[in-house]
């Protein structure tokens, strides 16, 4: 190979590198700042608390927004869908969700919190929780945030397995509406008030178990950084040869 196709081929091996390495930094600053205006958006809404009806969870227009919500209501007597592999404070476990029936809107999920696996051979919650003892069959008030539901990320495989309770791979609100025989489901999920005396242990986290705005940041300088690397070798290895 001569000293010419050496030099063409070496460039262009560098220069696609950078520009997939620059490309990758430039992903993660995109992923930082929507992380960060998601979490601006949440404490804005926190911080005002204003109280909208539960109805607004139906409005597709707000399909990604933040609300702060409150309404009467009742749970649906139905067996509750828990999510899996849900970690809090390092300990595996399960998100519990039941549909509750507002009295002046359509069923919406609510996010009840997070449970400790009963029995890690079948991934089902406690008793207790499947069967939903102090829930069902009384009118009660809930309050809490409004948010889209947690992304479904890689879907491999069913994301509803029924029984006593339904275990849940992802959320796929579709499929938990038609598990219910209901028509369809708002596109938001009720977060509830820690504060409330209702449900399991709960946090108005939006980002669990994912990368928050500063680790993107991070990321995306190594990333930088990596480009930078190919770009000063290639131009060091360029100039030794032609002193050659």
């Not at 969700?97 to 997070?114: Q, S």
């Given at each position: 190979?001569?000293?010419?196709?050496?030099?063409?081929?070496?460039?262009?091996?560098?220069?696609?590198?950078?520009?997939?390495?620059?490309?990758?930094?430039?992903?993660?600053?995109?992923?930082?700042?929507?992380?960060?205006?998601?979490?601006?958006?949440?404490?804005?809404?926190?911080?005002?608390?204003?109280?909208?009806?539960l109805s607004v969870a139906g409005d597709a227009a707000r399909a990604r927004d933040y609300d702060w919500s409150a309404?009467?209501?009742?749970?649906?007597?139905?067996?509750?869908?828990?999510?899996?592999?849900?970690?809090?404070?390092?300990?595996?476990?399960?998100?519990?969700?039941?549909?509750?029936?507002?009295?002046?809107?359509?069923?919406?999920?609510?996010?009840?919190?997070?449970?400790?696996?009963?029995?890690?051979?079948?991934?089902?919650?406690?008793?207790?929780?499947?069967?939903?003892?102090?829930?069902?069959?009384?009118?009660?008030?809930?309050?809490?945030?409004?948010?889209?539901?947690?992304?479904?990320?890689?879907?491999?495989?069913?994301?509803?397995?029924?029984?006593?309770?339904?275990?849940?791979?992802?959320?796929?609100?579709?499929?938990?509406?038609?598990?219910?025989?209901?028509?369809?489901?708002?596109?938001?999920?009720?977060?509830?008030?820690?504060?409330?005396?209702?449900?399991?242990?709960?946090?108005?986290?939006?980002?669990?178990?994912?990368?928050?705005?500063?680790?993107?940041l991070g990321y995306a300088v190594q990333w930088f950084g990596l480009a930078l690397a190919v770009l000063v070798i290639?131009?060091?290895?360029?100039?030794?040869?032609?002193?050659?």
């Amino acid at each position: 190979m001569s000293s010419r196709t050496t030099f063409i081929v070496g460039w262009t091996a560098a220069v696609l590198a950078i520009v997939a390495f620059v490309s990758l930094g430039q992903w993660q600053l995109s992923r930082m700042h929507q992380k960060q205006a998601m979490l601006d958006a949440v404490e804005a809404t926190l911080a005002a608390r204003t109280a909208l009806p539960l109805s607004v969870a139906g409005d597709a227009a707000r399909a990604r927004d933040y609300d702060w919500s409150a309404g009467q209501g009742r749970f649906v007597d139905r067996p509750a869908f828990v999510l899996d592999n849900q970690i809090h404070a390092g300990v595996p476990g399960l998100r519990v969700y039941r549909l509750f029936a507002p009295v002046d809107a359509a069923p919406l999920l609510v996010d009840l919190g997070w449970t400790p696996l009963a029995d890690r051979a079948t991934r089902l919650p406690e008793a207790a929780v499947v069967r939903g003892d102090g829930l069902l069959g009384r009118d009660m008030a809930l309050r809490g945030l409004l948010a889209p539901p947690p992304s479904a990320g890689l879907a491999l495989g069913p994301a509803l397995a029924p029984g006593d309770a339904v275990l849940m791979t992802r959320i796929e609100l579709d499929e938990i509406a038609a598990d219910a025989g209901l028509p369809a489901l708002p596109p938001r999920v009720l977060r509830v008030d820690p504060a409330l005396d209702v449900g399991y242990a709960r946090d108005l986290d939006v980002l669990p178990n994912t990368l928050p705005p500063d680790k993107h940041l991070g990321y995306a300088v190594q990333w930088f950084g990596l480009a930078l690397a190919v770009l000063v070798i290639a131009l060091v290895l360029t100039f030794r040869k032609r002193r050659r």
